[in-house]
């Protein structure tokens, strides 16, 4: 270790910024007991590694496209040839780590991500269930945040073209913009054909290109002690048990925050402490 940390120190300013990027990275993929999981999910029939013996297969060429079994790739090719694209080097082995930084992300940003869907499935007439929601960010910029924006708005083509959209991932100006815009919409619309009612489509920026998956986010302790997927339509509604056991979590989130203003954390348990008295009178 004494021995790392002194090359580490020699080395130039660009190669010590690429070791603390992965030590950021290796952060972030670490798995936390208890806390959400996401499920590979077979591309054609939906399992994940509970629901089989032994280990999910994954695409050995593109890294995005995972199965239970042999005959489930086999049955699924005709459609995910068609984007299946090969993957770089590096891809193979950075996979995992890809995968549990995706979720962490997600995880640490679900509130406002639900916050977000919320809002459009109210307010937005194209968006009735998160077949018409995509949620986007940046994994090497993930300071810039999580953008959830109308399915229609990529159908259209105007969250490429928009100044806050993603159309800088695609090297606009150049030959390549129109094939790589087309290549996604493609990835996006397959994706949402085979989207469950409790999983998102998720854009994400990678190192390598562009990757596009469907998540579904799971707790293992929700109400009454049993799983909750937590972008399940129930979920997503603030007048369900699962909906208020969320508010619940998010209040209490809240209020552990060190970050959080004094006033505002007293304000928070007034509200708790007169709901609290409100409902005793009514009983």
Known sequence: DAACRGAERRASPRIREDISKLRILAAAAAPREGAPTVNQLCRNCNKNESDIDGKMKQCANCGNAWYCSRECQKIDWKKHKLVCTKAPEYRGND????????????????????????????????????ADVVVCFDQ?????????????????????????????????????????????????????????????????????????????????????????????????????????????????SALDNPAMPDALREAILRMDMNAGAAAEEVD
């Open 95 to 130: 996979t995992k780590l890809t995968n549990n930084v995706v979720m962490r992300h997600v995880e640490s940003s679900y509130f406002e991500i639900r916050g977000k869907i919320q809002r459009l499935l109210a307010g937005d007439p194209s968006v009735s269930s998160l």
């Open 140 to 252: 090497e910029n993930l300071a810039a945040g999580t953008s959830v924006t109308p399915y229609s708005s990529y159908a259209d083509r105007s969250a490429f073209t928009e100044p806050d959209g993603i159309g800088h991932w695609f090297f606009p100006g150049t030959d390549v913009f129109e094939s790589n815009v087309a290549g996604v919409l493609a990835q996006l619309a397959q994706v949402r054909s085979m989207l469950l009612p409790e999983q998102i489509m998720l854009v994400t920026r990678l190192s390598g290109g562009t990757c596009i998956n469907r998540l579904d986010l799971k707790f293992p302790d929700g109400p009454g002690g049993a799983p909750i997927s937590l972008f399940s339509p129930a979920a997503l509604d603030d007048a369900t048990e699962a909906g208020r056991w969320i508010l619940r979590r998010q209040r209490q």
